[in-house]
C-alpha cells in the first residue's frame, strides 16, 4: 500500500460561464440538451441551464452526464431493452441528467429508479429539463444509501437465480431502497466510476491556492475486481471489467486525473 502526493488546481466552485464540452453546439451532448429541454437557440439553452445552475449552488452543483462512458453501458441499455419490466437504480443521481440519457437511449422511464440524499435536486432536475412526473415519470426516492433505514447491508442471494423467484416490487410507491432488495437474476449488473491509481493506496490532493489537501483511497483495476469477485461476492460468481483511465486536469497542472470504469455482472 502506498501514499502519493500530487498537485491539483481545483476551484472551490465552478463558474457559473463554465459550459464545457457537453454544451458545444453540434457534439451529441449539445444535442441531448436540446432534445431533453426543447429549446433549441443556443442562447435561450444557456440562460436556460445557467439559470438553473445558480439556484441548484445551494444544494449541490453538477448537470453533466458521465453513463454513457461506463464500462458496459451498452450491455445496459440491452438489459433494459430485452428484459421485461427490469429496473435501473441510479444511486447519486442529482438532477437526473444519467436517468434521462438512460430513458433517451431506449431503456422505459417508468423502470427508471433514482435516489439522491435531497429531493429538491430532482425538483430542479424537472426545472432543468422541462419536464413533470407526467412525462418522465421515473422514480425517485430520497435518502442516505449509509443509512439502513433507507439500504440496510445483506448478504447477496446465491445463486442468482434465487430473486426471480420473488414478485417485482412497486417502485412507483417504494419508500426506501430496502424495498428492491433481493430482486435480482443472471445478467444483473451493478456499474460505477470513481477515483482510481496505478498503485493501491491513499493519494493526497493538493486543491487550489490556499494549499488544502484531499486525500482518497484508490484502488488499481487489479485490486478493485479482486473486492467484487471474491470478497463482495464468492469467487466466481460474477465477472468483472474494470479499466484504469486518465484524463487531463483543467489549467496548467501537468498531473491529470486517474479514474476507474468499471461493471460486475451477477453469473
Known sequence: MASTEIA???AQQPPLHTFGQQKIPGTEAYAFWQAQTGIQDEEELKKHILKVQAEAYDVRSTSRFNIPGIQGY???LKLGKER?????LDVGCCFGTDTRKVAADGWPAKNLVATDLYKELWDLGHKLFCSSHETFPATFIPGDILDPEHLAAAEPLYPAT????SPRPAIATAR?????RGHVAPGSMIVGTHAG?????VKVITRGLNGSTLSLFCHTAETWAELWDGQVFEKGTVRVEVE???VPLPGQCAAKYQYLSWSVVRL
Open 244 to 246: 484504469l483511465r486518465e
Open 84 to 88: 421485461a419490466n427490469a429496473i435501473l
Open 8 to 10: 491539483v488546481p481545483v
Open 197 to 201: 491509481a496505478t498503485e493501491k493506496g
Open 74 to 76: 451498452d450491455q445496459v
Open 162 to 165: 434465487a430473486g426471480q423467484r
Open 176 to 180: 426506501s431502497l430496502n424495498e428492491l
